[in-house]
């Protein structure tokens, strides 16, 4: 079973939205977690949209790993959209 979990910024404006992320995702945990998660608001109120496929059958994929420590902790909060202020590393401690 392979994934191919693709992010795109949605931009200021419709001609900025670009990929900016691409891996290969093959652990059925995380598999599971990203089907439910849709994205990741920015508090610009920009969007990284998460969009995850079945890969097709020797598909070879350009990973761009840009995104991948947001993303992970962005998959551990619940929800389907999940807020940048809201991860634990954004959060201010007194």
Not at 27 to 55: C, F, N, V, W
Not at 57 to 71: A, F, Q, T
Not at 74 to 87: I, K, N, Q, T
């Amino acid at each position: 079973m392979r994934y191919i979990l693709e992010g795109t910024w949605s931009g200021y404006t419709s001609r900025q939205s670009r990929v900016v992320h691409r891996e290969v995702i093959t652990s059925p945990k995380r598999i599971e977690r990203l089907k439910a998660m849709h994205g990741i608001q920015y508090t610009d109120g920009t969007m990284l949209y998460t969009d995850l496929r079945e890969a097709k059958p020797r598909e070879r994929v350009e990973e761009i790993k840009s995104y991948s420590s947001l993303i992970r902790e962005a998959e551990a909060m619940p929800g389907d959209v999940v807020r940048v202020a809201d991860l634990p590393s954004t959060r201010k401690t007194a």
